[in-house]
C-alpha cells in the first residue's frame, strides 16, 4: 500500500473505518461456519452492484466556459487538433473539467508521457471538449532529474506545447508543483508511476 499510496501518514483512516463497518455489519448476520467466505461472497456482489449500475454518477461534468470553431482556435492548437478533427468542428473551452471525480483545470500539473525513462509532465494552459471527449493544451516541462532529499522530480521549461485526450494521459493524478529560487520546478508524485509502454 505504501508503494501505491505513499506514506501511510499521509492516509486518512476513516475511509477504512468505513470499510471495516461494512464487513462488521455483514459478519454479524447469517452463517458463522464461515465468515471469511460470506464476508467476501457479500461484498463481491456489492461491488459488482455498483460497477454496473450508475452508482459513481456521471462521468464527465464541464464547468463554465465559451463553444468556438476549430478554426477560430489559435494556429498551433488548431494544427494540433487536425489529427483529431476538422476545422469545422465545435469545441467547448472550459474552465474546468472533471472526469470521474478528477477536476481538470488551468494551472493544473499532469503526466503526459515518458521519455528516456523520465517522467514528463505539461501545465495545463487550457481544457476542451469535443462530445464526451477531453482535450488538455499544455505546455511540455522536460524532467531535469530526481531530487532523493525531498524525492521531487526537477523541471525546466521548454518551448513545446502539447495537446493530449485526457483517457490517453499515463496517469490521470492532478498534480501540483513548488516554483524554486533557480526557476526550476520541483514537482512529486503521490505514488511513484512506472514507464509502461516498454513492456
Known sequence: MMYRCGPLVRSWCIRF???LKFAKHI???GNFKNICLSIARRHQGQMTYWLNSDYLGDNLEV???QSCSVSDLSADLRCSFSRYLDNGAIVAKSNWVKVQGTMYQRGAWVLVKF???LPTFGFVCSVLCHCEEVFLWTKVWRTEGRDGHTRTFI????SSVCLIRQRELPDHSVMQA????DGNVFLTLKYWVEDTSTS
Not at 523541471?155 to 521548454?158: A, M
Not at 513548488?178 to 529560487?181: L, S, Y
Request: aromatic fraction near 4%.
Open 17 to 19: 473505518e468505513a470499510k
Open 155 to 158: 523541471l525546466s521549461r521548454t
Open 115 to 117: 521519455y528516456q525513462g
Open 63 to 65: 464547468g463554465p466556459g
Open 27 to 29: 459478519g454479524h448476520r
Open 178 to 181: 513548488v516554483k524554486g529560487d
